[in-house]
C-alpha cells in the first residue's frame, strides 16, 4: 500500500485504479459504494440515513469488499475524504449549488418549459440543485508552476475520463482561470460553476419564449468551516464574482441569509417577478407573490400559468401536483401583485424529501409574447430537539443522558426510525424511542457532536437534529 500511495501523490490521479485498488464506486470494479438515484432504497440503506463513512467501510470490509447501498453525490464525497485523510491527505468536502451537468461541453444548460409552466424532461443536460465532491491538497509537477493547492475530486459516477468513471484531481486555479486546456477534467469541472442556463418555452413544436441566466449556477460554493459546525463560502475560489447572489435554492434554505427567494423574468413588454414570501416550513402553507409590470403604454390583457412539481435534486421534476391559471388585464405601465398559497394536503403527501419547482408563465393574448419565471426550493423540514442533562458538566468517562424530541408538524400520524451517533461520546450507531431517555459514555476530550436522525418510514423523509457536547477530562 505505501509504494500505491507515493505513487498516487506524485501522479496526484485521483482514482483507486490509478492505485490499483477498487474503486469508490461499483460502477467500474468491486468499488466500495453503489450509487442509487430511483429513490427505492429497500435492497439496501437509504443515502439520506447514514450517519459516518466508517460504518460503510466497515460493512464493505466485512462483506468481502461487495459494494455497499447506497450512495448518492454527498455520501461518496464523506467516504471519499475520510479515505484520503487516512492516507495523509489534506481533504475536505465542498457543496456546490445549482451545480451544472454539461454532457456536451457547449457551457450551456438549457431548460424547457411548456407554454403552462410544467418542466419538461427534454435534455441529458441538468442542473443539480446541490453537488457535493472533495478537494485535496496537492502539489502538481505534472503542470505549469502555480496549480499547486486545492485540487477538485469528484467521486461520483457521472461521466468517463479516461475510460474511468472519475473526475480529477482539478486545480481550482485552473477552474477560476479558464484553464480548460489543462489536466484534468477542467472543462466539466469548470461547466460546473460556470455554465449558462438558458430557459425555453416550447407549444406545439414551437419556441415560444427564450431567456438566458449567467448567473444562477454556482452561486453558492461552500465548505465547512474549521473548528466549527458552519459553512464557510469559498464561491470566490472558483471564479471571478460578478456581483452578490441574491437567491439560494438549496437542501438547507439556513445556507442563506435571505428571508425570501425571488428570480425575475422579462419581456419587451412585460417584467415578471416570482417571490417566496418566506422560507416554506412542513406544516404550513407555500405562500409566494406573482408581481408583473407592464412595460408599455398600452393595455395589456394577460393569461396567467402558474405550476408546481416535485423534483429530486438531481432530476428533471415529476408530475404537476399543484396548478392555477387566470386572466389578468393591465392597464399602461401599471403594476399587480397577485398572492397565491399552496396548502399542506396538496404537497406533503408529494415532496417529501425532495425539493419544489415553481413556474409562472404570463402570456401577452395580444402579441402571444410569454415570459417565464421559476424557483427551486425545498420545504424546511423540523429539527429534532436534543436537550443533555448537566451538559455544562459532561466529564469523560462519566455516564451522561439525552433526550431527543421531535414534534409532529404533518396532518397525519407518523411512524419511524430513530438513531442517534457521535464520535467519543457512543460506540457505534444506536436506535431508541422519541422521548426515551439516551445514556452515553464520552471516551474522548474535547468538544463533540451528538447526532440523531428519524427516518420517517411512512414518507421517506428524514429528519436530523445535532448537538455539541463539550467533554472535560475527570
Not at 408563465?361 to 415570459?371: F, H, I, L, Y
Not at 427516518?455 to 477530562?473: A, C, E, P, Y
Request: glycine share 8%; hydrophobic share 35%.
Amino acid at each position: 500500500m505505501q509504494q500505491h500511495c507515493n505513487y498516487y501523490c506524485k501522479t496526484a490521479k485521483a482514482t483507486w485504479k490509478i492505485m490499483g485498488c477498487p474503486n469508490l464506486f461499483c460502477e467500474d470494479d468491486r468499488g466500495v459504494l453503489k450509487g442509487n438515484w430511483t429513490g427505492d432504497f429497500k435492497q439496501g440503506v437509504s443515502p439520506s440515513m447514514w450517519t459516518g463513512s466508517g460504518d460503510i467501510l466497515r460493512k464493505w470490509n466485512q462483506s468481502g469488499n461487495s459494494p455497499v447501498k447506497y450512495g448518492q453525490c454527498w455520501v461518496f464525497a464523506a467516504v471519499m475524504c475520510t479515505v484520503m485523510r487516512v492516507l495523509g491527505i489534506p481533504c475536505r468536502v465542498i457543496t456546490n449549488f445549482n451545480s451544472a451537468h454539461d454532457t456536451d461541453g457547449n457551457l450551456v444548460i438549457e431548460e424547457y418549459y411548456s407554454a403552462t409552466g410544467q418542466k419538461l424532461n427534454r435534455t441529458k443536460d441538468s442542473i443539480w440543485n446541490f453537488h457535493v465532491w472533495v478537494e485535496c491538497w496537492m502539489t502538481r509537477r505534472d503542470l505549469e508552476s502555480g496549480m499547486d493547492g486545492w485540487q477538485v475530486l469528484d467521486p461520483t459516477p457521472q461521466q468517463r475520463s479516461g475510460g474511468v468513471y472519475c473526475c480529477g484531481p482539478t486545480p481550482v486555479k485552473a477552474i477560476k482561470n479558464k484553464r480548460v486546456d489543462l489536466f484534468y477534467d477542467v472543462p466539466f469541472v469548470y461547466a460546473s460553476v460556470n455554465a449558462d442556463i438558458h430557459t425555453i418555452i416550447l407549444g406545439q413544436g414551437q419556441v415560444l419564449g427564450f431567456s438566458k441566466d449567467t448567473e444562477r449556477v454556482g452561486s453558492l460554493i461552500c465548505t465547512k468551516a474549521v473548528g466549527f459546525p458552519r459553512l464557510q463560502k469559498i464561491t470566490g475560489d472558483y471564479k471571478y464574482i460578478k456581483s452578490p447572489t441574491s437567491t439560494l435554492s438549496s437542501r438547507s434554505s439556513s445556507s442563506s441569509g435571505d428571508s425570501t427567494l425571488r428570480r425575475a423574468g422579462s419581456s419587451q413588454g412585460v417584467l415578471v417577478f416570482l417571490t417566496l414570501d418566506k422560507f416554506p416550513i412542513v406544516g404550513e402553507p407555500v405562500s409566494f407573490s406573482v408581481k408583473i409590470m407592464n412595460k408599455q403604454n398600452v393595455a395589456k390583457m394577460l393569461k396567467i400559468h402558474l405550476n408546481a412539481q416535485a423534483k429530486e435534486y438531481n432530476h428533471s421534476p415529476s408530475d404537476t401536483f399543484w396548478e392555477n391559471h387566470g386572466v389578468l388585464q393591465l392597464a399602461p405601465m401599471e403594476v399587480k401583485v397577485v398572492r397565491q398559497k399552496i396548502p399542506l394536503a396538496q404537497y406533503e403527501d408529494v415532496v417529501g424529501d425532495n425539493l419544489i419547482n415553481l413556474a409562472v408563465v404570463v402570456e401577452d393574448t395580444a402579441s402571444q409574447e410569454r415570459v417565464l419565471s421559476s424557483e427551486e426550493f425545498n420545504i424546511t423540514s423540523p429539527q429534532l430537539i436534543i436537550q443533555v442533562a448537566d451538559e455544562k458538566s459532561i466529564k469523560q468517562h462519566s455516564e451522561q443522558t439525552a433526550l431527543v424530541t421531535f414534534i409532529n408538524p404533518y396532518s397525519h400520524p407518523v411512524s419511524g426510525v430513530l438513531t442517534v451517533a457521535g464520535a467519543g461520546l457512543l460506540q457505534g450507531k444506536v436506535q431508541f424511542r422519541v422521548d426515551q431517555p439516551i445514556p452515553f459514555m464520552p471516551n474522548m476530550v474535547g468538544e463533540k457532536m451528538l447526532q440523531a436522525s428519524l427516518w420517517l418510514t411512512n414518507m421517506n423523509v428524514t429528519i436530523r437534529g445535532f448537538k455539541m457536547v463539550s467533554v472535560n477530562s475527570v
